[in-house]
């Protein structure tokens, strides 16, 4: 199992430039989210799904879009950067049927938009 | 509203010290997880340990000890004699159940460093 995987690792754009985050994960898990870190944040959800087909705004959607074709990939799309998202970015996945199922985080994106 | 509050932006301590990570959480659900998570220097989220809201008995997991009381709302976290490789910030969360509500509230972290 490779758990969840995250590409690229870093990141720079210029302000304006569109791009995608890719996140997959091998768990079969229903759960994906995707989080930003900022210093002194602590980690934000910025949109998730509960499966296929479906997904849904966390507190800091803007500026951001998602999709999920698959139960393996969550994709983040950044659709006009800006420098306030430069951030870390954390995709994670769990099963459904519980809050008490472990989230498992992928290793992070660092982006910086100049 | 949920939220998760670390007072503690920054402890410092010197090798084999004792010390207590401080998480307080509010939620009117009476049913939730709570969390802990290490992140290294390297970057990585290190899950530690959950705890559901239906079992308050404390947790010690070698020199890792956890103290969950839902009278204060409050699952704080203790390493005992702690070793240079504790440093590293650490993450509270609260998970509580179904739709959005899936997801994890963190707070915004202590940074612990341990000196040698």
């Known amino acids: 199992n490779a758990g969840v995987t995250q590409t690229p690792k870093f990141q720079v754009l210029k302000t304006g430039q569109s791009m995608t985050l890719q996140c997959a994960q091998d768990m079969n898990h229903e759960y994906m989210s995707w989080y930003r870190q900022d210093p002194g944040m602590g980690l934000r959800l910025i949109h998730y799904s509960v499966g296929a087909g479906i997904t849904d705004q966390g507190e800091v959607p803007n500026g951001y879009n998602v999709s999920r074709s698959t139960t393996e990939d969550f994709p983040l799309r950044l659709l006009s950067a800006a420098p306030s998202q430069t951030s870390v970015y954390f995709c994670?996945?769990?099963?459904?049927?519980?809050?008490?199922?472990?989230?498992?985080f992928g290793p992070g994106t660092r982006l910086t938009v100049l | 509203a949920q939220k998760v509050t670390q007072a503690q932006t920054e402890i410092s301590v010197v090798e084999k010290e004792d010390v207590t990570l401080d998480c307080v959480y509010e939620?009117?659900?009476?049913?939730?997880?709570l969390f802990w998570y290490k992140q290294p220097p390297s970057g990585e989220l290190v899950f530690l340990i959950r705890?559901?809201?239906?079992?308050?008995q404390n947790e010690i997991s070698g020199r890792y000890s956890w103290n969950f009381q839902k009278s204060t709302s409050s699952f704080n976290f203790t390493i005992t004699a702690s070793q240079v490789v504790d440093s590293a910030v650490y993450f509270c969360?609260?998970?509580?159940?179904?739709?959005?509500?899936?997801?994890?509230?963190f707070g915004k972290g202590t940074k612990l460093s341990v000196k040698p």
């Open positions: 939620t009117r659900d009476t049913t939730y997880y």
């Open positions: 705890r559901n809201s239906f079992d308050e």
């Open positions: 969360a609260l998970r509580l159940y179904g739709g959005s509500q899936g997801n994890l509230i």
């Open positions: 994670a996945s769990s099963y459904a049927g519980g809050p008490g199922n472990e989230q498992f």
